[in-house]
């Protein structure tokens, strides 16, 4: 079955950087456009970083500059490096094929916070 396992996140102080691993299973990871998404507490899921099986690279507004997403296909491993970063950007990141509404991993916490 599919499984998408995140990775990474942490406390970290404001202008600190975290870079995000997730690792997919039960897929061909390599044909598929993969999702950096997150949710903070009382808000809804968003996507923050996309990137295409051909290497097509969208991000959210307000994280373009300083995350960069990026994949691994031989490893079948997606990654969000994120610098520079503020409290506004403290949530849950989750990883997902793009266009899935399912098959979600247990995310990863990232905290921004002095």
């Known amino acids: 079955q599919v499984q998408l396992v995140e990775s990474g996140g942490g406390l970290v102080q404001p202008g600190g950087s975290l870079r995000l691993s997730c690792a997919a299973s039960?897929?061909?990871?390599?044909?598929?456009?993969m999702g950096w998404y997150r949710q903070a507490p009382g808000k809804q899921r968003e996507l923050v970083a996309a990137?295409?099986?051909?290497?097509?690279?969208n991000y959210a507004h307000s994280v373009k500059g300083r995350f960069t997403i990026s994949r691994a296909n031989g490893e079948n491993t997606l990654y969000l490096q994120m610098n520079s970063l503020k409290p506004e950007v403290t949530a849950v990141y989750y990883c997902?094929?793009?266009?899935?509404?399912?098959?979600w991993g247990q995310g990863t916490q990232v905290t921004v916070s002095s």
């Open positions: 990137i295409t099986s051909g290497g097509t690279i």
């Open positions: 039960g897929i061909i990871f390599s044909i598929n456009g």
């Open positions: 997902n094929v793009l266009g899935w509404k399912n098959n």
